[in-house]
Nanobody, 122 residues
Framework: VQLTESGGGSVQSGGSLTLSCAASGNDGLTCMGWLRQVQGKERERVAH???????TYSASVKGRFTISQNNAKTTLLLRMDNLKSEDTAMYFCAAGWRTYYSSGWTCEFDHWGQGTQVTVSS
């Protein structure tokens, strides 16, 4: 599985960016997502999308970010609007498996891209 992110950059607070992830070799995997990490902190889940198109978002980005994928599952997008300085991080594309737990579902990721940096200045 190969995942390659693009679209990161610098933007002012309140601005927008769209991240893209080119995916190959991910046939059969049932979930993709975006995560982010600030140096020195744990990686944070941002948004997931499963093979049926169902989505989940972290509370910190819900209503501002939109995850989507093409039908062939070869392109994963993350549209980010109304960006805030706290959104500054390295963003990673990931692919894996949808799993269920008592109150819903999540993605368990086995494959990762190299990341793309997003910097939001206030």
């Amino acid at each position: 599985v190969q995942l390659t992110e693009s679209g990161g950059g610098s933007v002012q607070s309140g601005g927008s960016l769209t991240l893209s992830c080119a995916a190959s070799g991910n046939d059969g995997l049932t979930c993709m997502g975006w995560l982010r990490q600030v140096q020195g902190k744990e990686r944070e889940r941002v948004a997931h999308i499963d093979y049926e198109g169902r989505t989940t978002y972290s509370a910190s980005v819900k209503g501002r970010f939109t995850i989507s994928q093409n039908n062939a599952k070869t392109t994963l997008l993350l549209r980010m609007d109304n960006l805030k300085s706290e959104d500054t991080a390295m963003y990673f594309c990931a692919a894996g498996w949808r799993t269920y737990y008592s109150s819903g579902w999540t993605c368990e990721f086995d494959h990762w891209g190299q990341g793309t940096q997003v910097t939001v200045s206030s």
